[in-house]
């Protein structure tokens, strides 16, 4: 149906795939519009991974190496965008996969599952509990997993869970679009990058880094900064929009 030659083929094919996705049940409805946001702030950074959020990528990935129990945290657009890639980061940095959902049923929690079963990625499955202090069903975890997790990277993220989770004393990894939502400003550190570019810096970054060097990273981690660069990329491409 979409033509391949259409200058903006590959953002339809995606889009089409995302519908296909919520009419499936894997992605929610409100899941197509998140999606429509992320788009917005990826046309304003050039579609590209910029320095700084490669940077980003790269210490995302010290926390995951350094850390007791790392866990990666999935959702319903994360699954339909990024299966093969969230199999790839968990056999490189070791971490457990976990669904957790806004819009939670058993079924999408099932059907999330197998596609990222099916995808290569060992799920950390089973009974989830009320654990974390929220009212909503992100609330919904497994005690031995993102409750008792040190690290956890949670893509395409809502504010609420990110900052229970930093009040948890863990070390949150968002990676986000936008620089200026919730989640971002409140993660410990941010990777504002498009999750299927974002992913497999911080997979290869896992195997490539030396302890020393995350030691490094971690050291001079300062969320604001990469928050800032994000903004300031931004602001540049605009203005440059103007001349
Ligand atoms: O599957 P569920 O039920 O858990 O629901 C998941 C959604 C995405 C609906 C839920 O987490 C949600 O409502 O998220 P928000 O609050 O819209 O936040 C999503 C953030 O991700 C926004 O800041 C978007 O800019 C950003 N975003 C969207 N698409 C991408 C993205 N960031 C990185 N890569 C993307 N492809």
């Known amino acids: 149906m979409i ?6 083929y590959g953002s339809l094919v995606t889009r089409e795939h995302l519908a296909d996705c919520a009419r499936s049940g894997i992605v929610s409805w409100e899941g197509l519009i998140a999606h429509g946001r992320g788009e917005a702030f990826d046309y304003l950074l050039g579609e590209k991974t910029s320095e700084s959020a490669y940077h980003a990528a790269k210490t ?7 850390a007791r129990l790392p866990v ?9 965008l990024a299966a093969p890639q969230i199999a790839h980061l968990q056999k490189t940095s070791g971490a457990l996969v976990e669904v957790n ?8 929690v099932r059907q999330i599952e197998d596609l990222l079963q099916s995808a290569g990625a060992e799920v950390f499955s089973g009974e989830a509990e009320r654990l974390l202090p929220l009212a ?11 409750y008792a997790a040190d690290v956890v990277l949670v893509p395409l993220e809502d504010g609420d869970r990110c900052g ?3 009040e948890m004393g863990k070390k949150v990894i968002a990676i986000d679009l936008n620089p200026l939502s919730r989640t ?27 302890d020393q060097e995350c030691q490094h990273l971690i050291a001079a981690l300062d969320n604001k900064v990469f ?17």
């Not at 990666?72 to 339909?80: E, F, K, P």
């Not at 999750?195 to 195997?207: E, F, H, N, Q």
């Open 184 to 210: 971002a400003n409140m993660a410990t550190l941010t990777v504002v990058d498009e999750v299927t570019r974002a992913l497999p810096v911080i997979a290869d970054a896992c195997s490539l880094l030396t």
């Open 72 to 80: 990666i945290s999935v959702n319903g657009n994360t699954a339909a």
């Open 164 to 166: 229970v989770l930093v």
């Open 3 to 8: 033509p391949r030659d259409h200058p903006r």
């Open 60 to 66: 995302a990935a010290a926390l995951l190496r350094t």
């Open 227 to 243: 928050l800032r660069e994000a903004l300031n990329k931004m602001k540049a491409r605009l203005c440059d929009a103007l001349d």
């Open 101 to 108: 959902l806004f819009h939670r049923t058993p079924d999408r």
């Open 136 to 146: 909503h069903d992100r609330g919904f975890c497994r005690r031995d997993g993102m």
